[in-house]
């Protein structure tokens, strides 16, 4: 344990954060504590974009080149809608790193697409039942770091419209 | 090195804010070289050398010698700018005591977040004004919303004004946004891919190609109505961007549209559609009127001069020019 923990203060990861900010994505209906998002980590989000590249593959699409264009631009729109929505501004690190987060049930969406095919009723109650979990979660986030009153569901819409193209990569 | 030529020798240096560089400590006039030995002169400072720009040397104290750099002269510059502007618009906004606190709050945080952003950012993209557009809630979406679908019922049209400048779209619902619109727009080139992939033509660029035909469609809409406000000669208090918000209210109706289209084939289209253009043919001429009809028209009271009806005219024009462009846009997505 001692080991562990020396490691983890040199590379500058701090798994209990990781950890905790992966709990309040997989429950978006309790509160958000707004200081989690002080320190900038992108470590937690690269590893679920990973993963999402790596599911995807097992299901046999080849996409990365979309993945990433679709997140950089995503973000960077998110990133001036909540600039000019909040009081307060936003990093662009921590906008990636909030999306980033809130990608994890695709992980899990595209990691069903594996086993069975999403094209039917089931798939599209799925992925909808997905992007508004994730929507959820990134908007309850942003709101309580940003202080923005009254406007969660206005966050939720545009997350909701990235993490559908996100879906529409998975589903077809 | 005397005043007169340190201030002219710094081109940089905003007209409006001009630190006396008398106050930061001139260098010994005896001393050739700007001393470069101790910490204090740096950045452009240290760079000028014997130019004889009149930059703080070892005299100078920290403080001065941040003052004295050119960058971060400008950045404190407009800065305070901003901060003053912030602080009007705060000022401007607010109504009613118990917002006041929010208001304050906001106009700090407004400061501090125009002195993070890069000082050329605001040359092209006002964003303290944009800030005003967004400033919204979900009950005023909700509602606006409502009045885009329902336009009939709603009494009063009027903004409210708060001394002298409209109040923010939280707390009236006759105030534009943009935050709707350019949802609504982004939206709409979704949900044109989503109709073209139903019809087996869809492609990932064009997705893009439709983006850029309805933002040029906008762009050419937007231009023309400000050509033809500046040939009729009115005053109005439309400003562009008001302009904008209100052009990319009819979005909303043609996602309605082709939704409907996509669920309830060509007759769905044709009935969403057709409500949709009569409501945003109302809409648009209740709201346009009060911005481009001179006062007494806005009143109610029809005044007959040949001024007043070509306003009206021109009125009319617009709010017809928008089902026509819903119409236009939408009408090949569906089959």
């Known amino acids: 344990m001692f080991v562990w923990g020396e490691s983890e203060g040199e ?9 905790q900010k992966t709990l309040t994505v997989l429950n978006p209906l309790k509160p958000a504590d707004g200081s989690i998002m002080n320190e900038t980590d992108l470590a937690g989000p690269i590893l679920f974009c990973v993963a999402l590249g790596a599911t995807l593959l097992l299901a046999g699409k080849v996409q990365f080149g979309y993945i990433y264009g679709m997140s950089g631009i995503g973000c960077l729109g998110i990133y001036a809608l909540l600039n000019l929505m909040s009081s307060s501004g936003v990093s662009y690190g921590c906008v990636a790193s909030v999306l980033g987060y809130c990608l994890l049930p695709m992980v899990i969406l595209s990691g069903s697409a594996v086993f069975f095919s999403l094209q039917g009723m089931i798939g599209t109650v799925l992925a909808l039942v997905i992007i508004v979990w994730c929507s959820l979660s990134a908007s309850k986030i942003f709101i309580s770091a940003l202080d923005m009153e009254g406007q969660q569901l206005l966050v939720a819409y545009p997350c909701a419209l990235l993490y559908g193209l996100f879906a529409l990569l998975t589903v077809f | 090195m005397h005043p007169a030529g340190s201030a002219a020798g710094t081109p940089r240096q905003p007209s409006k804010r001009r630190i006396p560089v008398s106050h930061l400590g001139m260098a010994d006039p005896h001393q050739l070289f700007d001393d470069t030995s101790s ?242 043919f109302v809409f648009m001429i209740r709201t346009l009127r009060l911005k481009i009809l001179a006062e007494a028209a806005a009143e109610g009271v029809p005044v007959r001069g040949a001024r007043n009806q070509l306003r009206m005219y021109l009125t009319m024009a617009v709010a017809a020019a928008q089902p026509l462009l819903m119409y236009w846009l939408t009408f090949h997505l569906v089959r």
Not at chain 2, 105 to 124: K, N, T, V, Y
Not at chain 2, 165 to 183: C, S, W
Not at chain 2, 198 to 204: A, G, H, I, K, L
């Open chain 1, 11 to 19: 590379l500058g990861i701090n798994f209990d954060h990781i950890w």
């Open chain 2, 39 to 280: 910490a204090q002169s740096q950045g452009y400072g240290a760079q000028r050398g014997p130019s004889g720009l009149g930059y703080p040397t070892a005299s100078a104290s920290p403080q001065a010698a941040f003052l004295a750099d050119p960058v971060s002269n400008m950045a404190m510059a407009y800065g305070s700018s901003l901060a003053a502007q912030g602080k009007e618009l705060v000022d401007k906004n607010v109504s009613g005591l118990g917002w006041w606190e929010w208001g304050e709050s906001w106009g700090h945080e407004a400061r501090a977040s125009g002195r993070a952003l890069p000082p050329q950012i605001d040359r092209f993209i006002p964003v303290t004004k944009l800030k005003y557009y967004f400033a919204v809630d979900t009950l005023y979406v909700g509602k606006k919303l409502g009045l885009l679908f329902f336009p009939y019922l709603h009494q009063d049209w009027e903004v409210q004004y708060q001394q002298d400048t409209p109040v923010a779209p939280r707390f009236d619902v006759n105030a534009p946004d943009l935050y709707i619109p350019a949802m609504a727009f982004i939206t709409y080139v979704l949900v044109a891919g989503l109709a073209l992939g139903t019809q087996d033509r869809f492609s990932p660029d064009l997705l893009g190609l439709q983006a850029s035909s309805a933002l040029a469609w906008l762009t050419l809409e937007v231009l023309a109505i400000l050509l033809s406000l500046y040939l009729v000669t009115v005053n109005t208090d439309l400003t562009t961007i008001d302009l904008v918000a209100f052009l990319g209210y009819k979005y909303v109706g043609m996602i309605g549209g082709i939704l409907m289209g996509l669920l309830f084939g060509k007759i769905g289209y044709y009935l969403v559609l057709g409500w949709c253009c009569m409501s945003i």
